[in-house]
């Protein structure tokens, strides 16, 4: 890591946060926040991506809807997934997906769920989640507990390991929902 670029390295990395946030104005300057040289198409297509593009056509503006404080004329999925679609435009080798889905009602959750599926295959995803059903599809999990790695494997392994804090956790989270 010493030898690394740190700007280099950054500009191949996308975030999107628990709570996304957005800057008053359009979702046209939302999205070009993070690549201000995006075509017309790169928008679009980063939209398709984060599985907001149905929504933004359906605005009465599109791309050039204004979207308030904060996003604050989207609802908690919309903001997600522009913000997803904003880290997309960057093209990044690697994604971080923080609690991206934690806040986010069913169908909304369902809709960055196949995003994220569409995007496995073109970028490194790191997604750290406390709701189980996020990873269900992952190739690795690892389980964090007292700040160090206590397990780690696939899903069907966790969750069927006698006696282990993912199985534990998924129990749990079945009983709850």
Known sequence: LNEIDLSSFLSRVG????????FSG?????????FENASET?????????????????????LDTVVGDRGVR??????QRIALARALLRK??????????SALDSESEKLIQSAIENLAAES?????????????KADQ????????VAESGSYA????????IFSRMLKLQQVAA
């Open 92 to 101: 990044p080798e690697l994604l971080i997906l923080d609690e991206a889905t």
């Open 141 to 148: 999990i690892f389980v964090i507990h007292e700040g160090h």
């Open 157 to 164: 392994d966790l969750s069927t390991k006698p006696g282990g």
């Open 26 to 34: 359009t979702i046209r300057d939302n999205l070009l926040w993070s």
């Open 74 to 79: 989207l609802s908690g999925g919309e903001r």
């Open 124 to 136: 490194t995803l790191l997604v750290i989640a406390h709701r189980l059903s996020t990873v269900m």
């Open 42 to 62: 790169e928008l679009w297509e980063a939209c398709r991506l984060a599985n907001a593009e149905k929504f933004v056509r359906k605005l009465p503006h599109g």
């Open 15 to 22: 975030y999107v946060q628990q709570t996304p946030f957005l």
